[in-house]
Structure formats: structure tokens, C-alpha cells
């Protein structure tokens, strides 16, 4: 495997003789460049260096993946056709994933024509550009990329705080550990499944990390009571998922997920709560959240009863579909999902 990179000057130097731009960029950038022209490298090692970023090199798109896992990025520029996996791949795989899919990408290529375009922004890019390009433009559109990522960084912290108090109130219930992780998982791979996109994908791991966040208004004494609700304390639980709504509405960048958090416990034919909506009126990803939650609910273990055998949860998702509970083509592409899990379920929750 080969790997370079180019440390950043301490100054940045005029733009190769103008004097005309500036080049200066936050301190420490990591730039990925992902292409199979070793000439290329060594421009953009020029423009690396002009730019005052850390560079990092890779020559395909596996390569650029192990990086990724390895390494912290700030940004990555990549070709499209390479050999072992193009940037279509790479892009897709990068935007799919957690950890990476707030990372700019920037697609540079000689393929001008508007269906690669198209094609580059469906699959997440975020910034598109041919060859040849002029250096003096690159240096400014990494610039601006970087710029970005930094807002970015900034509201990724903002919601890393409402996370961690996410996960503070789910470790109230002692039968809930690791329920928001699994759900989010079994959402996000479920929603690609159905060819919703990266984009949505994004909105199902917020949410299902977030869909329980309204549960710090409800006792402990009523979360961990070991046996059935009274309607009373049924009727408190069943607040949450609106207390959680009004929690997340403040930040801007959780609005796409608000009707996840409210609607992951409504029912399609109107008996769920808290707004008892039926039919169209229920997202499509809160459709998805819904039978992930109670998929993840009944393979788990409860104060008064064992988890389930995820046939048995399937056969009980299964009839909810029949009764008019839940989306059949949601709960179908669940059951591909829950079959390529191997191993039994061996957690410990529970889920109101």
C-alpha cells in the first residue's frame, strides 16, 4: 500500500507567483486525495502545500476507506474511475457510514457529462469539478470545503451534546442498555434497503438514537417497574415521544427528524400514539423507526418476560402488518435485515 503525505508550510505562499489569493485554512486540515494518476499527486501535492493542509494520498477506493477508518479527515477529493472501487462506491460507502458521512467530498474527473453529475450528488458528493481545472480555482473551492466543515464540526458538537444526554436518559432504564444503537442500526440499514438514500439514512441514526430522549420526563419508578402499567402510568410514558419533539426543536439541524422522534409510536391505521395519526400521515421514516423499536422490543428481555426468538418477533410484526399496525414493505425488508444478523439476540431490554 502506498501512503505520502505533505505537512503544510508554516506560511502560506502566494498563489504559484500572483499574490492574489489566500490560501490560509485552519490549522492542522487533513486533505484525502483519491486517484490512480500518480501525476495527479504530485499537483495536488503543489496545491497541498500552496494551501497550507496536511495531504494524504490513496489510489483507489479501498485504499481511501482504510484511511478513513484510520485516520481523522477534514475533506476528500477523489476520481471516479479507479481500479478495486470507484468513487461512486467510495462516496456512497463514505456518506453511509457514522463516523464519515458529515465529510465533504469533492469529485474531480474528466467526465463532464450531467448524468455523472447528477450521479456524484445523489451519492452524497458535495462538491464537483473537471479536469483539467485550474489550481488558483482547487486551492479556493478546498478552502471553501474546509470552511464548511468547520460549521459543520461546530453543529456535529452541538449534537454530540444531545446525544450524550440521549443516551443518559436511556441508562435510567436498567433494561435499556444499548436499545438507541440497535435501533438506529437496524433503521439506517433498513432505509437503505428501500432505497431511501445517505440523506435519509443520516435522519434514521439521529433519530433512533434520539426517538427515546423524551423519557427523561417519565419516573424511574414507572421505567423500571417490573410488572404492567397502570393505565395512569401507561398514559405518562406515552407523552415521551412528544416531550422528546419539543426537547430537539430548538437545533435546526434535528428538524428532519422531529417526526421520527413524535411518530415512532403511532400505527397506521390510528391507534398509536400520541396523535393517534393514521395512514399518509405517518413518514416514512417513522414507519421504519417504529418497527425497528418494537422489532428490538420484543428480542429483548423484560422484568416479567424473556426476549423472544426473532422468528417469534417476526410473526408478531407480522400480524401487526395484517391488523394494520405496521408498513408491510417496512417489516419485509426488516426480515432481510434481521436474516443476515448472525448469532442469537443477547441483550437485555425494555421498551414501552
Known amino acids: 500500500m502506498i501512503r505520502r503525505h505533505v505537512e503544510p508550510s508554516a506560511v502560506p505562499t502566494d498563489s504559484f507567483g500572483s499574490g492574489l489569493y489566500d490560501y490560509s485554512v485552519p490549522a492542522g486540515a487533513r486533505v484525502l486525495l483519491v486517484d490512480d494518476d500518480p501525476k ?205 419533539e419539543n426537547i430537539c426543536r430548538g437545533m435546526n439541524t434535528l428538524k428532519p427528524v422531529l417526526k421520527i422522534i413524535r411518530h415512532h409510536h403511532e400505527k397506521l391505521d390510528g391507534s398509536g400514539y400520541p396523535d393517534g395519526i393514521e395512514g399518509d400521515a405517518i413518514c416514512m421514516t417513522a414507519r421504519i423507526m417504529a418497527a425497528c423499536d418494537v422489532y428490538d422490543a420484543l428480542t429483548s428481555t423484560r422484568s416479567y418476560r424473556d426476549a423472544m426468538s426473532r422468528p417469534e418477533a417476526m410473526k408478531i410484526l407480522d400480524e401487526g402488518v395484517a391488523a394494520g399496525h405496521w408498513d408491510g414493505n417496512v417489516v419485509a425488508c426488516l426480515r432481510d435485515v434481521v436474516k443476515r444478523k448472525q448469532g442469537p439476540p443477547n441483550h437485555a431490554n425494555q421498551e414501552s
Open 40 to 244: 495527479l499527486h504530485d499537483l495536488m501535492d503543489r496545491i497541498f502545500e500552496k494551501t497550507a493542509v496536511r495531504g494524504l494520498h490513496a489510489y483507489d477506493g479501498r485504499e481511501a476507506l482504510a484511511l478513513a477508518s484510520s485516520e481523522t479527515l477534514d475533506m476528500v477529493i477523489s476520481d471516479i474511475v479507479m481500479p478495486t472501487m470507484d468513487g461512486w462506491e467510495l462516496c456512497r460507502s463514505l456518506k453511509s457510514d457514522p463516523d464519515t458521512m458529515l465529510l465533504p467530498i469533492l469529485i474531480l474527473t474528466s467526465r463532464s457529462a450531467l448524468s455523472d453529475k447528477i450521479r456524484a450528488f445523489d451519492t452524497g458528493a458535495d462538491e464537483y469539478v473537471t479536469k483539467p481545472f485550474q489550481p488558483e480555482e482547487m486551492a479556493a473551492r478546498i478552502r471553501s470545503m474546509l470552511r464548511l466543515k468547520r460549521l459543520r464540526g461546530t453543529l456535529e458538537n452541538a449534537e454530540k451534546v444531545i446525544f450524550a444526554f440521549a443516551r443518559a436518559v436511556e441508562a435510567k432504564d436498567a433494561y435499556t442498555a444499548g436499545h438507541t444503537e440497535r435501533v438506529s442500526s437496524l433503521a439506517v440499514v433498513t432505509g437503505m434497503l428501500l432505497g431511501l438514500g445517505t440523506d435519509v439514512a443520516a435522519q434514521l441514526y439521529r433519530g433512533g438514537i434520539l426517538h427515546d430522549i423524551g423519557k427523561i420526563g417519565v419516573p424511574d419508578s414507572i421505567l423500571n417497574k417490573p410488572g404492567k402499567l397502570t393505565p395512569a402510568e401507561f398514559a405518562r410514558v406515552k407523552r415521551h415521544p412528544a416531550v422528546g
